[in-house]
């Protein structure tokens, strides 16, 4: 379902990637692991289309976004590839459901279409006594979930999320990385997960270690 071809990108002198080829499944949950500076983030904005490689190429669902303008890339992102940080980044002047359904509107779907979806997702996270709730008015795990919700709406091919437990304590650390599989279960959804979480990363179907720009052959490793 994704498809990575000899990935290259260079900040300056300093090159980060340096041939990257990596094939993902789709329904697939694999992490990323490795130390800081491995080029672990940079490999997933690639993924993402939020930056271009210097070479290589990168397919998702049978289209090749390196070949995409930017507008079409806008429109690919939006429609086909869902994002969760470390921090929710919800917008703080909207409830749970309307930054839900904000990715929706941007790719066209209606007003009564988008909410239905919102609340379908609510529903599935156990958060739909909290839709009218704005980011402050909620938990830290609640808002991370409204993330997860939010990155769902529009039906993405990959949920791609960098440290998405790092700011939640075990407990809620723990909910969400069920939250994952969970998903993968009632919806086929892959995920691909940027990640120091040990405990996650040993749940995942694969595990693939980035090590100086590079993945260590050795160890990419199904998880037990």
């Given at each position: 379902m994704i498809d990575i071809q000899g990935i290259t990108k260079s900040f300056g002198?300093?090159?980060?990637?340096?041939?990257?080829?990596?094939?993902?499944?789709?329904?697939?949950?694999?992490?990323?692991?490795?130390?800081?500076?491995?080029?672990?983030?940079?490999?997933?904005?690639?993924?993402?289309?939020?930056?271009?490689?210097?070479?290589?190429?990168v397919v998702i669902?049978?289209?090749?976004v390196t070949t995409l303008?930017?507008?079409?890339?806008?429109?690919?992102?939006?429609?086909?590839?869902?994002?969760?940080?470390?921090?929710?980044?919800?917008l703080p002047e909207f409830t749970a459901i309307e930054n839900i359904m904000i990715p929706a509107f941007i790719a066209g779907m209606s007003k009564k279409a988008a909410r239905s979806r919102a609340e379908e997702l609510l529903?599935?996270?156990?958060l739909s006594d909290r839709a009218r709730h704005k980011p402050n008015e909620l938990?830290?795990?609640?808002?991370?979930?409204?993330?997860?919700a939010r990155a769902l709406v529009n039906h993405p091919a990959v949920i791609l999320a960098d440290e998405p437990s790092g700011s939640l304590d075990s407990k809620n650390k723990e909910e969400l990385h069920q939250l994952f599989?969970?998903?993968?279960?009632?919806?086929?959804?892959?995920?691909?997960?940027?990640?120091?979480d040990e405990g996650l990363a040993t749940l995942t179907d694969r595990t693939?270690?980035?090590?100086?720009g590079q993945i260590r052959p050795e160890a990419v490793t199904p998880s037990e």
């Amino acid at each position: 379902m994704i498809d990575i071809q000899g990935i290259t990108k260079s900040f300056g002198s300093l090159q980060v990637l340096k041939g990257i080829d990596l094939h993902i499944n789709k329904g697939e949950v694999v992490s990323i692991v490795g130390p800081s500076g491995a080029g672990k983030t940079t490999l997933l904005q690639i993924i993402g289309t939020l930056d271009r490689p210097d070479s290589g190429t990168v397919v998702i669902d049978q289209t090749d976004v390196t070949t995409l303008s930017q507008k079409r890339l806008s429109d690919f992102r939006n429609r086909h590839i869902g994002f969760v940080f470390q921090f929710h980044q919800l917008l703080p002047e909207f409830t749970a459901i309307e930054n839900i359904m904000i990715p929706a509107f941007i790719a066209g779907m209606s007003k009564k279409a988008a909410r239905s979806r919102a609340e379908e997702l609510l529903d599935f996270m156990s958060l739909s006594d909290r839709a009218r709730h704005k980011p402050n008015e909620l938990s830290g795990g609640e808002k991370q979930r409204v993330a997860v919700a939010r990155a769902l709406v529009n039906h993405p091919a990959v949920i791609l999320a960098d440290e998405p437990s790092g700011s939640l304590d075990s407990k809620n650390k723990e909910e969400l990385h069920q939250l994952f599989f969970d998903l993968r279960q009632q919806y086929g959804q892959t995920f691909v997960i940027v990640t120091h979480d040990e405990g996650l990363a040993t749940l995942t179907d694969r595990t693939i270690h980035l090590k100086d720009g590079q993945i260590r052959p050795e160890a990419v490793t199904p998880s037990e």
